[in-house]
């Protein structure tokens, strides 16, 4: 690389590091999404609110009321004497789950008989739905089989020994912070190259650059290089925080983690540069990348899987590098996983990046012309 490319690299990081809008491209959104994300975006339920219609009032309804109530994951809001209030309660939004214990509870327990217990969910958020169906049935569960125990009844013809492989506490955490990493690192790394071009022409120091003894090929470089390093320094602090921070284990090791990250970051820096190249003010390059990123964390299974996709809309996340970059980051975050299994996801990004490099080339030439 020559002495021309490494000065227009250093200069493009020193107009980066002194504008104010780059600045608060590299430091303000990444930093708060990181907060919001970490801490404010889970799946985890901790606190339910539960209205509990004791119908029974017997001792085994009341040890059953006790599960309720001594679980951590269950705030109980309201003990009921009538089912008046339960329609109003779950409109409102008060509780999340309504349980009815039938009058003949205890009665059908002590004869054998299968003893009645109603679930009534909320279920205008089906993920919180299903959730909260889990933990009551959970609960419901424990309390059948310490019944069965204690008094002598059949023990249940089938018993779920359940182990959980890769994230044992089941802390959505551990799912949502290595995303981050992909996310924020595409975020980051777009917009800063995105900008580059456009800021050059917005500043009308573009035609000078063109004059100098600069090929084309060293100007995409000058540009596209200070965003790939900008894009794996970020990822750096945002893996740092994850395994510090947020207290995510990181089980594998981190040659196929970075070889992933570059491999990624090369192929949003050619997105980025491709759309620096077709716009001619930095509030066209901010419009283009987040035309660009809002569909791309879509189908990338960062929040909702792939597989759930319809199968028109799966084809397209073959390209989009955020989709194998995520697999590769959680893999080695979670599973431990290495080069031999992270294989396929590594050609993908390394193709999209030449294509997408490719493209910013002809763009940029075509442009220039």
């Known amino acids: 690389m020559g002495r021309q490319v490494l000065a227009l690299i250093q200069k493009e990081l020193l107009a980066i590091l002194r504008d104010a809008r780059s600045r608060m491209v590299l430091i303000g959104p990444p930093l708060i999404q990181l907060m919001v994300f970490g801490y404010a975006a889970s799946f985890d339920l901790n606190h339910v609110p539960v209205a509990i219609y004791d119908q029974d009032a017997s001792r085994a309804s009341a040890e059953l009321v006790h599960r309720f109530t001594g679980s951590p994951t269950v705030t109980v809001e309201a003990m009921l004497h009538s089912g008046r209030r339960i329609d109003r309660l779950i409109d409102s939004r008060r509780v999340k789950l309504v349980l009815v214990i039938d009058r003949r509870f205890s009665r059908n327990l002590l004869t054998g008989r299968p003893a009645r217990v109603q679930l009534i969910v909320d279920g205008r958020n089906s993920n919180t739905a299903l959730v909260t169906e889990g933990y009551a049935n959970t609960i ?55 900008l580059s071009v456009a800021r050059e022409r917005e500043m009308g120091t573009f035609d000078q650059l063109l004059v100098t003894p600069l090929r084309q090929i060293d100007i995409l470089l000058g540009k596209g290089i200070p965003g790939v390093l900008i894009g794996v320094l970020e990822a750096t602090a945002i893996i740092l925080a994850a395994v510090f921070w947020f207290h995510v284990p990181l089980r594998g090791g981190l040659a196929p983690l970075y070889a992933g990250l570059m491999l990624f970051v090369i192929a949003v820096t050619g997105v980025g540069l491709a759309i620096s190249a077709l716009s001619a003010t930095q509030q066209q390059a ?84």
């Open 286 to 369: 901010l419009l283009g990348a987040f035309l660009f990123m809002v569909p791309s964390i879509i189908l990338s299974g960062f929040a909702t899987p792939i597989a759930n996709m319809p199968a028109a809309v799966q084809w397209l996340t073959y390209v989009n590098p955020m989709r194998y970059f995520l697999i590769i980051v959680r893999g080695v975050f979670l599973q431990g996983a290495g080069f031999g299994e992270l294989a396929p996801q590594f050609w993908p990004m390394a193709a999209i990046g030449l294509v997408t490099l490719a493209a910013a080339g002809w763009l940029f030439r075509k442009r220039v012309v």
């Open 140 to 194: 419901l569960g424990d309390f059948s089989a310490a019944w069965a125990s204690a008094h002598g009844g059949p023990a249940p013809a089938a018993v779920l020994d359940l182990r959980t492989r890769y994230n044992p506490s089941l802390a959505s955490r551990w799912f949502i912070v290595p995303g981050i990493v992909a996310l924020l690192t595409q975020v980051v790394t777009l917009l800063v190259v995105a």
